[in-house]
């Protein structure tokens, strides 16, 4: 494992944000969910899609706080632009289990 400065990861920008809308994304090639994620005033609502339809469904996401990386380039998802990561762990089969603090926090809120 490679060390980096503390430098380093404060240029990775983790923000805290609320699910507004979820929806199937039938077009992905590997079964996935559109999400469009509340930041707070600063950074506004943003778009992303996940492979997590293993643990979650949209009408689940909705209102749920999940940590992102909000500062890495757009990147297109078949017809779809994708606007910022979702975070998430490995379960013991490889499915994703989203990142999510463990109490209610700011919309926007950066990660320490």
Known sequence: MDNISFDHFKK??????????AEPFPEARTPAIKMWIDFGPEIGERKTSAQITAHYD???????????????????????????????LPDETGA?????????????????
């Open 12 to 21: 990775v920008d983790v923000r805290c944000g609320t699910v507004l809308r």
């Open 58 to 88: 949209p009408e689940a996401l909705i209102g749920k706080q999940v940590l992102a990386v909000v500062n890495f380039p757009s990147r297109q998802i078949g017809p779809f632009m994708s606007e910022v990561l979702v975070l998430g």
């Open 96 to 112: 994703i289990v989203l990142i999510s603090p463990d109490r209610p926090v700011p919309q926007g809120g950066r990660m320490h």
